[in-house]
């Protein structure tokens, strides 16, 4: 019996960036030191490992902007290292401890690599586009060594997979060279790699994936193709002496109920395999385990059409980016029998409440039973407790009557949760309910009951792992108040997200934000809007330039407190670039936990009115702080001077090369520096103070060998 376990959300994925690094799923999730991490290679320049149970980011590296990663980072157990190649040749080699992929070990090849595969105990393997092999310390030993060309012409790798056979690893890649495919493998024992071709595809279908086991001394190949066939082939590990190029015997192994557009799977067990499918007319992606024994289906899971049908195996869980997150499907596999392949096996149980289904037997052979009459019923002398079953059953019936009940009728439904008090396992009553508005939104663009959504967010049951794609909609919806709260009260918001609530903050209109229920009693104490606009404020100091240079005065230091005084407009000093209710949802954003290394790439994809915008309010914000003397602003959040000179500092390093081309915010960036310099200057005489406290603190202790009468001069300057 094999089964689809628990589902979570290991971490979420960027979206809606524009050109070439627009979100196309990911290149890779490898294994890495420990059985529980892995290794997530986005689609572009990002490398990040994960603690897997812990739901935790151990460490994240990003090439420069302009470079590109062009295959999946793996890790080299031999070594303790890590491997990935950008711009198709660049090889980098790092560890744990090493920050920025800039100054780790860096050597560029003389050929294209196509993937690193790296196994336990063994050094990684490095495949080039044109079929050649070799380990990496042997590579490393001499980086331009000429690396020969093994397939040919026209010929392109499309797939490749390292297996282990007698301790020793076993590699197998497939080409494609339309309308012909071949099968290599490769293993250090022999000089040079076996080639096979596979049978033309006979009912004009494409192939849509591979995947390979070691099973009998064999190489057992597994072929997806469109039509829904699974076939199966055999490749032999032992040398031939055939000089004709042998051709591969196919047989069926799977049918899948329908055809499809796209697809992928994985062998997981000798008699199972995981698929994951895509088609248009189904408007759903499938995730599926297959028992290949018995030809039945074991078990199966849903998605919404954004899963770009990539699918990873690693310890027993499954890998698929969905949507905005990569989603980890926990799965078990027993030894496969008659038994269980129909479900009759002992401890064989459905993933899912909504899976079980109750046959009436004597209905189907036309013999009803009696109804029970009043006097032959039993009256309990208790009450039994409801079961786990029943309360399943009871959020269940909420999911599905909310996706077909009108929307005036959703907040009775969505209050049903609530008056069911005796529901034990209540939050995930509320992230399941919450789930089936959200997909019922996704489906009907027309359907956003805003009420009920708040209502589960005001809950405190929810967190962005439960329901990930709550915030994406809400950001769609330009719903303010709901990504507020969501930011108030969700401890785990990736950074990504976090970047893209900032982004709407920013830019949405004041017409959106006047009729959003925002809190903004205690924010009001200390902002103060502006009558001018945010233009106006920036470049009104401009107009102080002579001949394209500013007059000397201001470069002089002594001078920097009045000439700053002089250039600032009345609004600036006294009025915020942006609005209160605005000032409000940007505070949310600054008070939310992030950390500095998932938070600087994203911030680099702010627009330039935006990152003006911002530094401006963080400005504002300093400067109201300084005024008052004080650490923290009041209000709920309790926004602290750490708080806005940390934002300030990140984004600034994001974007400082386009802030510094960009001419309207030069008289920003000229204030922030003559302000900067004018801390430092009143922090140089704080030290000089605390040099001379100190000093008159040890003079004090010395008084008792003295006289009764005693002049001291003490000099501070």
């Known amino acids: 019996m094999a089964a689809l376990c628990e589902e979570f959300t290991l971490c979420g994925l960027p979206t809606g960036i524009e050109g070439r690094r627009q979100q196309i799923g990911l290149q890779g999730v490898e294994e890495a030191e420990e059985q529980d991490t892995v290794l997530v290679t986005d689609s572009d320049r990002t490398v990040t490992l994960y603690k897997v149970s812990d739901l935790k980011p151990l460490g994240t590296w990003a090439v420069k902007q302009g470079q590109h990663i062009t295959c999946p980072a793996v890790y080299n157990h031999i070594s303790g290292e890590y491997v990935l190649v950008h711009d198709d040749k660049v090889l980098r080699v790092w560890k744990d401890d090493d920050v920025s992929l800039d100054k780790v070990f860096k050597a560029t090849l003389s050929a294209d690599v196509y993937g690193v595969h790296s196994l336990p105990d063994t050094e990684p393997i490095v495949l080039f586009q044109g079929g050649a092999l070799t380990y990496l310390d042997d590579l490393l030993a001499n980086p331009q060594q000429e690396i020969k060309t093994i397939v040919t ?10 297996l282990v056979y ?17 099968v290599y493998t490769w293993r250090p024992v022999f000089s040079a790699c076996q080639r096979w071709r596979l049978p033309p595809v006979i009912d004009g279908s494409k192939v849509l994936d591979f995947s390979a086991r070691i099973k009998n001394k064999m190489v057992s190949l597994a072929i997806l193709y469109s039509s829904g066939h699974v076939r199966q082939s055999e490749v032999s590990l032992t040398p031939s002496d055939q000089e004709i190029e042998p051709e591969l015997t ?17 062998i997981l067990h ?3 395999i995981a698929t994951l499918t895509s088609c248009a007319a189904q408007q759903k992606d499938r995730l599926c385990i297959w028992n290949t024994s018995f030809q039945t289906l074991q078990d199966c899971k849903e998605y919404s059409q954004k899963t770009w049908t990539q699918l990873w195996s690693h310890d027993s869980k499954l890998y698929i980016p969905h949507a905005n997150s990569l989603l980890v499907v926990r799965y078990t596999c027993e030894p496969s029998c008659l038994a269980s392949a129909l479900g009759k096996g002992k401890g064989t149980h459905t993933s899912a409440p909504e899976a079980v289904s109750v046959i009436n037997w004597e209905t189907l052979t036309g013999k009803t039973a009696p109804p029970k009459s009043a006097a032959t019923r039993r009256t309990p002398r208790a009450k039994k407790p409801p079961s786990k079953s029943d309360e399943q059953n009871s959020y269940v019936e909420i999911v599905s009557d909310i996706q077909t009940a009108p929307e005036s009728q959703i907040p009775s439904l969505v209050q049903r949760v609530w008056f069911n008090t005796e529901l034990s396992h209540f939050q995930i009553a509320i992230s399941n309910v919450t789930q089936g508005l959200v997909t019922r939104c996704k489906r ?7 009420t009920s959504i708040i209502k589960l967010i005001e809950s405190g049951m929810l967190s962005y792992s439960l329901c990930p794609d709550l915030m994406t909609l809400c950001l769609e919806k330009q719903d303010v108040q709901a990504l507020k709260l969501c930011l108030d009260r969700f401890t785990d918001v990736p950074e990504a997200v976090l970047c893209l609530c900032l982004k709407a903050f920013l830019s949405v209109d004041e017409e959106v934000l006047g009729k959003a229920m925002i809190e903004t009693n205690t924010a009001a104490s200390y902002i103060q809007e502006s009558e001018l606009p945010v233009e106006a404020m920036e470049l009104e100091p401009a107009t102080i330039m002579q001949n394209g240079f500013s007059p000397p005065a201001l470069e002089e230091d002594s001078s ?9 407009p009345k609004a600036e000093i006294g009025g915020s670039p942006v609005s209160l209710r605005r000032a409000v949802l940007l505070n949310s954003i600054l008070t939310s936990p992030f950390s500095e290394t998932f938070l600087l790439p994203p911030l680099k994809d702010l627009s330039s009115e935006q990152v003006v915008l911002l530094l401006s309010y963080l400005n504002y914000l300093y400067k109201k702080c300084n005024e008052n003397f004080a650490l923290k602003l009041p209000g709920e959040e309790r926004l602290s001077v750490t708080q806005i000179l940390d934002w300030m500092n990140l984004v600034l390093d994001a974007n400082f090369t386009v802030l510094v081309l960009l001419p309207k915010a030069k008289p920003l960036i000229r ?6 310099r004018s801390q430092m200057k009143f922090f ?6 605390e040099g001379s406290l100190t000093e008159l603190q040890n003079t004090q202790m010395g008084r008792q060998s003295r006289g009764r009468y005693s002049i001291e001069v003490l000099e501070l300057y």
């Open 684 to 689: 140089s005489e704080l030290n000089k103070i």
């Open 153 to 162: 012409e026209d010929e392109k790798i499309t797939w490749s997979e390292a």
């Open 671 to 676: 204030n922030l520096q003559k302000f900067v």
């Open 444 to 450: 009907e663009p027309t359907f956003y009951p805003q």
């Open 166 to 182: 007698d301790g020793k690893p076993v590699l197998i890649f497939i080409t494609e060279k339309h309308p012909d495919w071949f």
């Open 270 to 272: 000798d008699s199972y």
């Open 250 to 266: 196919v047989s069926p192994l799977l049918q899948l109920p329908d055809p499809v557009d796209s697809g992928s799977l994985i």
């Open 560 to 568: 920097d407190a009045q000439m700053l005084h002089k250039m600032a």
